[in-house]
Every structure is written in C-alpha cells, then in structure tokens.
C-alpha cells in the first residue's frame, strides 16, 4: 500500500487545518490507519487511528476533543480534521497504515508509512 499525505500549511491558533491521505496500491479495505506526527527534535507520535472493519476511532490524549479521524472507502482517502489548533500541534504529520489492527499501529507502529506534510500554528 502506498500512502500520500497533503492538507498541511501555515494557520493561526485557534484555527483549522484538514489533512488528506490518499491511499493507492493494495487499496483493500482491510488495513486500519492512522496520523502520527513529529515535531523537530522530538520523537514521532501517535495522534489518531481508525480501525477496519468497524471504524472504531483512537486518539492520543492531545487530540481528543479537538482532532476527528474519518475514512472515505470511495476515494481510498483518509482524513485528519485538525480544530482548535495551538502551536504546540506544529509538526511534520505522517499518515499510516496497518493491516494487524489499529491497537498494533498505535502499540507497535504501522508496516506503512506516508510522506509527511507539515503543519505550522502560529501564535
């Protein structure tokens, strides 16, 4: 599977920003995905995760409340709806992909990775 990742820029706190990632290649609906982000200096990070078949959503505590993770199976495309940004969410954002399951992706780490796309939240 192959994951493109788009949707970053530059927005004010107290913003919004919808990130996309188009999925092409093994475009089966059995994989789970997720967003994971990595600010400079800092360790990559688990942000949100759904899970195949049911859809079921997981978020770090920093997203929750803020940040909705959706799929849409007819255009192989998963998103990240990024409100009420701060500028501690400035980070290059990464989307992911794991067929053994979202607990895996957030435990273990995904077996697919996208390229990442950044997100800048001024203050």
């Known amino acids: 599977v192959q994951l493109q990742a788009s949707g970053g820029g530059l927005v004010q706190a107290g913003g919004s920003l919808r990130l996309s990632c188009t999925v092409s290649g093994d475009t089966s609906s059995r994989y789970s995905f997720g967003w994971f982000r990595q600010a400079p200096g800092k360790e990559r990070d688990f942000v949100a995760s759904i899970s195949w078949p049911r859809g079921r959503t997981d978020y770090a505590d920093s997203a929750k409340g803020r940040f909705t993770i959706s799929r849409d199976s007819s255009k192989n495309t998963v998103y990240l709806q990024m409100n009420s940004l701060k500028p501690e969410d400035t980070a290059v954002y990464y989307c992911?992909?794991?067929?053994?399951?979202?607990?895996?992706?957030?435990?273990?780490?995904?077996?697919?990775w996208g390229q990442g796309t950044q997100v800048t939240v001024s203050s």
């Open positions: 992911a992909a794991e067929p053994r399951g979202s607990s895996w992706l957030r435990q273990r780490g995904p077996s697919a």
